[in-house]
Structure formats: C-alpha cells, structure tokens
C-alpha cells in the first residue's frame, strides 16, 4: 500500500454539540464534517478508516473500520464526498488524524492522509 494524497484532498470541519453534553461528567462530544475531493482522473474507493484521536489529557484511542458511516463511496474524477460524524472526549479540546484506505481499479490500494484537527467548545482557545 501506498501513501498518495496527492490526488486526494480532504477538509474538516468541527463543532461542539452542547446540547449532548455533559461537563460535570467528562462527555464533550463533537460532531465532525469530512469532505473528500477527488482530485485525480480515476474513480477511488474509499476501502477504511483509521481515526488516532488526543483529548486534552494526552489520552489516545484508536479507531478502525471499514467505510464510513456504513458506506464505502466511489468518488468520480474532480467530485467529492462529504458525511458527517461524531466523537466524544473526556475533555473539552482534543486532536483527530488518520487516513482512509481508498483503492482504484487499476492502480490497487493507498493512503489518503486525514489532516490533524481540533475538536474544542467555542471560547476556550482565544
């Protein structure tokens, strides 16, 4: 397996959902929203998932699966896909990175590295 994210760029997006939160008992959970371009001339699959996530005390876990969301999308040449999903922390700011697994019909499987991101309730970082 390669690592080629060339082809492939990805963008995050995050938010804090309060209403499902519960400070008092160490549950921030944050919503992220994944955009996957595909920015090359064949169609990719994208195969897996790997999330490595931080909260603010340095505690890391991990998470593999396959697809997202329960889904496995083809992404045409120059379209994108883009799903939303969650996370809870035991703290009020943490990190996400990871990479997806995506696969090409004649070029076999790659990585396409997810950019570090911040998970944090609105005003804590000025």
Known sequence: MTTQSSSINIEVTTKYI????????????FSYTVKITNLGNKDVTLKSRYWHITDGDGQHHEVHGD???GKTPTIK???AYQYTS???LKTPMG????HYNMLTHDEGE????????????PGLIH
């Open 77 to 79: 040449p120059k379209a």
């Open 86 to 88: 969650g996370t809870m």
């Open 110 to 121: 790659f990585k396409a590295i997810i950019p570090i991101f911040r998970l944090a309730i």
């Open 18 to 29: 309060e209403e499902q939160s519960s400070p008092e008992e160490e549950k921030f959970l």
């Open 95 to 98: 990190f996400m990175t990871g």
């Open 67 to 69: 697809g997202v969301i």
